[in-house]
């Protein structure tokens, strides 16, 4: 426990403006000198599972925590009562009333009236948005690379492509003609690989978009590709509203992670498509009041231990014959849309989860000119 000169949080009139307390992403609790609770935001009713309006008056420790828990935080408060100054905890272990065991980090600080604002942030969120981070920087210098080095690629293509087929008119024994073919053909692969690695330099189209046509659309095509025994099952909340997308990016990325699936079952195993709605969701550091969660789960036998930390990184694959573009263009283009995919993986149970904020138009377009 150290002494701590200023809290974020105590930088606003707290107490004058509880509703600013919902835009930001760490849980906040407000309590008075007898630990009674004065105010909870939005992310803290996340974070314990609780409704503000049933817990208002209630003491502390009847709320986040059991009295087995409470004493080195709420020594901490009463410490904190007769400091001009806050006081953290780097550490704490809290329960909350649905039984759940929460590791987080806690500052309390004083303020006027004799309150304290109290916020924890959850340890393992620190380590989600540094991973995040981490990703979407490693994505930047990942495009710029490829971008160059498809360009690099492109220019001798055409030549070797046009040299073969100058060369076929030359030769004089037609079964030399497969050789030149094979340049011709493999010059054309090539080709295509280059288009697709720089198609995400394209600003999205911002549109309304069903995201549940978007995955039907995508269930269609991987059940053309796939038609003996690959099942693909639904789980769709139909509540949810459209979002404002590029749909062929959205449609392309889906793909890429479905295609990814039945591959990973070799087209003979148990896909499911799950759409949720999740609120008060941080992505990167960005706080959004609503976001959409697509998961999308498979049977296979899991992304390998050692391409766990690069699976999204261009050209790794772990599949004999793959490309290793797939996921990459999948992340670039959820990332334009500012949300992220993440992924879950034990053998039988793989979960790649496309977070996407729900936004208005204009907000949509802002992140466009930005990405």
């Known amino acids: 426990m150290h002494h701590q000169t200023k809290s974020p949080t105590n930088q606003v009139t707290v107490l004058q403006n509880y509703a600013g307390l919902d835009l930001i992403a760490t849980a906040v609790l407000i309590v008075d000198r007898n630990l009674l609770l004065k105010h909870a935001n939005a ?12 817990v208002m008056g ?19 408060l009463g410490k904190v009562h007769g400091s001009e100054s806050g ?3 780097a550490s704490v272990t809290l329960s909350t009333p649905g039984g759940q065991t929460l590791h987080c980090s806690c500052l309390a600080t004083p303020v006027d009236g004799g309150m304290v604002v109290i916020e924890f942030q959850p340890l393992d ?22 971008r160059n080095l498809a360009h690099e690629i492109k220019n001798p293509l055409g030549g070797i492509r046009g040299a073969a087929q100058l060369l076929e008119r030359e030769l004089p024994d037609d079964a030399l003609l497969e050789y030149t073919q094979v340049i011709v053909k493999e ?16 600003l ?23 038609p003996e025994s690959l099942t693909i099952v639904r789980d769709y909340d139909t509540s949810i509203p459209e979002i404002m997308a590029d749909r062929e990016q959205l449609i392309q990325a889906m793909l890429n992670i ?32 609503l976001a959409l969660v697509v998961r999308i789960c498979d049977s296979g036998p899991g992304v390998p231990e050692h391409l766990k930390d690069t699976i999204f990184y261009p050209l790794v694959t772990g599949r004999e014959g793959g490309t290793g573009v797939g996921l990459s263009l999948a992340q670039n283009f959820i990332n334009q849309h500012a949300g992220v995919i993440e992924f879950e993986s034990i053998p039988g149970d ?17 992140a466009r000119r930005h990405s």
């Open 350 to 366: 793989t979960k790649f989860i496309v977070l996407l904020p729900v936004r208005s138009i204009s907000q949509a377009q802002a």
């Open 87 to 89: 006081l953290s905890e």
């Open 43 to 54: 992310a803290a009713e996340n974070l314990f599972a609780f409704s503000r309006k049933n």
């Open 258 to 289: 479905a295609r990814n699936a039945a591959q990973a079952t070799n087209g003979e195993g148990r896909i499911r498509f799950q759409t949720r709605i999740s609120r008060q969701v941080t992505i990167v550091r960005e706080r959004f009041r």
């Open 58 to 76: 209630l003491p502390l420790s009847k709320i986040v925590m059991d009295d087995a828990q409470a004493d080195g935080v709420l020594s901490m």
């Open 204 to 226: 999205p189209k911002i549109e309304s978009v069903n995201i549940h046509e978007v995955l039907e659309y995508v269930r269609a095509v991987v059940l053309a590709e796939f």
């Open 125 to 146: 969120q620190h380590l989600k948005i540094a991973r995040e981070e981490k990703l979407l920087e490693q994505q930047k210098l990942n495009r710029e690379l490829i």
């Open 187 to 202: 010059a054309d692969r090539l080709q295509s690989l280059m288009d697709r690695l720089l198609t995400p330099h394209r």
